[in-house]
């Protein structure tokens, strides 16, 4: 079975400042990992994904996230917030093998501080 | 190339009405998925179709839930005799295949609210 855990719900940062939001994983297979956004009242949009190539996975908008099999991690990066990067973030990881359902994490929502 | 269309936006029905939700997948995809996003969580899976097959229902409540993906048509979410329970936002994605590794692109979603 697998799982994502996002600890915390919220965070909140200064235009401009780093964007760190955490994803840890559970799985018993080698895992597909996504990072996906929603904005209020849309659908999901896929931010990057790992598909076992490189461990550092550059994405839309200036994300980036880099996965750590050691720490079971794949945290969301983005060096500099723009106001338009609030919105609602989900961690999901599918398992490779296998189809292609996704299990997601409880979401973070991201807020920018002008 | 429109991408996963799904409708009604919103839905209200009354507890004990059926509900009907529609999703259209991209075109050439063959692989559909359903979802449910409750308040305060993240999206739970429901059920994988793949043209006229169930895949896997593992997330499909036992009672009063039921899904199809026609041939011909849009994929079905059918809810019989709502319950309050049931308001949630439901989300279709689809896939180009079914492998774990390929994108799933979703739809606007449904929002249902029973009263």
């Known amino acids: 079975a697998q799982s994502v855990t996002q600890l915390g719900s919220h965070v909140s940062v200064s235009e401009g400042a780093l964007v760190l939001l955490r994803c840890n994983y559970s799985s018993s297979v080698p895992p597909y990992l996504f990072w996906y956004v929603q904005y209020p009242n849309q659908g999901l949009q896929l931010l990057l994904k790992y598909t076992s190539a490189a461990t550092l996975v550059k994405g839309i908008n200036g994300f980036e996230a880099e996965f750590k099999k050691s720490e079971t991690s794949f945290h969301l990066t983005k060096p500099s917030a723009h106001m338009s990067d609030a919105a609602e973030y989900f961690c999901?990881?599918?398992?490779?093998?296998?189809?292609?359902?996704?299990?997601f994490g409880k979401g973070i929502t991201l807020s920018v501080r002008p | 190339n429109a991408g996963v269309m799904q409708n009604p936006r919103h839905l209200v029905r009354r507890r004990g009405q059926e509900a009907r939700l529609r999703c259209s997948p991209m075109?050439?995809?063959?692989?559909v998925y359903w979802y449910r996003q409750l308040p305060e969580e993240g999206l739970k899976f429901m059920v994988y179709?793949?043209?006229?097959?169930?895949?896997?229902e593992s997330g499909m409540p036992k009672e009063r839930f039921s899904a199809e993906f026609p041939k011909e048509g849009p994929s079905i979410l059918r809810i019989q005799q709502v319950v309050r329970g049931d308001s949630a936002a439901y989300f279709c994605?689809?896939?180009?295949?079914?492998?774990?590794?390929?994108?799933?692109?979703f739809g606007q979603g449904t929002r249902l609210t029973v009263v």
């Open positions: 179709l793949q043209k006229e097959n169930i895949i896997d």
């Open positions: 075109k050439g995809h063959s692989h």
């Open positions: 999901a990881v599918s398992e490779s093998g296998a189809n292609s359902k996704l299990t």
């Open positions: 994605a689809s896939s180009l295949t079914g492998t774990g590794e390929t994108e799933a692109f």
